[in-house]
């Protein structure tokens, strides 16, 4: 009896072991974001935080490209992504995915791409370029190729910037040419959008664009799976919730990730000094 008893008893044991962890294994969720953006990265170390903390899940996040991301989201091995860029810029991947997956709405509203010039520049429309001899002709690009870049030619022939060069380069070259401009006072144009940490670091802003080859402004939002709101409903309710009130709230992130910080660390330390935006979110 006693023998009948221990062997109970440990029967029991393992059935509590196994039913804990079938509990910590349905409280993670998994979030997909893609790398090489900044505000992708610090977005996502943000909601992640938010999640651990808060709602008690474990997040797993997982650095993917963008098309990637998307059809993660549709098939259910990626719970939810935080920078879907609506409706232009990923409207394909919304038309081809929208019935299989959930919009939780914007995370950053105001989203946009065009041509940044320092606030102490004169000009403040694409068309002041054109009579502005000190930009030098020149516009500082990022890669080939990239939607901004494309507009950006466009621009050129639309505004008739006649003799003016595109300059092509990288999102680092960019930077380095548009921090020795401010350092000197000097005027500079660069193709860009926000959400940026450059917007955080420098005093900048977009010029005018009247002809409208950059298009209006997108959001970015926060998608899910379908299975993500009885998976994780708690999850589901915070990413409807959670929005960056704006570029600056996000770009002090960016700027801190870009300074050094480990994106992990640079969003523990936000959420520690925005206890009440926190709980905007959770609430």
Request: proline fraction near 3%; glycine fraction near 8%; charged fraction near 25%.
């Amino acid at each position: 009896m006693k023998m009948r008893r221990l062997l109970g008893a440990g029967a029991a044991l393992v059935l509590a072991i196994s039913s804990n962890l079938a509990s910590a294994e349905t409280k993670t969720v998994t979030i997909g974001y893609v790398d090489g953006w900044s505000d992708s990265v610090a977005t996502t170390n943000v909601a992640a935080e938010v999640i651990k903390q808060k709602l008690g899940y474990d997040v797993k996040l997982q650095a993917v490209a963008t098309g990637i991301m998307w059809q993660g989201v549709a098939t259910g091995k990626l719970d939810a992504m935080l920078s879907a860029w609506l409706p232009v810029t990923h409207g394909e991947y919304w038309a081809k995915n929208k019935d299989k997956v959930v919009d939780y709405g914007p995370n950053f509203k105001d989203a946009k791409i065009g041509l940044i010039v320092p606030e102490y520049v004169k000009a403040q429309s694409i068309a002041d370029l054109k009579t502005d001899e000190s930009f030098k002709k020149k516009i500082v690009g990022i890669d080939a190729g990239s939607g901004v870049m494309l507009k950006t030619e466009q621009a050129i022939k639309d505004y008739a910037l006649d003799g003016y060069k595109l300059q092509a380069s990288s999102g680092a070259a960019m930077i380095a040419e548009l921090t020795r401009a401010e350092e000197k006072n000097e005027s500079i144009a660069v193709t860009g959008w926000v959400p940026h940490w450059m917007f955080a670091k420098w005093k900048l802003r977009f010029l005018e664009d009247p002809k409208g080859v950059y298009g209006a402004a997108e959001t970015v939002n926060s998608i899910g799976s379908k299975e993500l709101d009885k998976k994780a409903p708690e999850v589901a309710a915070f990413l409807k919730k959670f929005q960056w009130a704006s570029k600056d709230e996000i770009g002090q992130v960016m700027l801190a990730i870009q300074d050094g910080a480990k994106p992990e660390a640079a969003a523990k330390d936000w959420v520690a000094k925005h206890p009440d935006r926190v709980a905007e979110w959770t609430k």
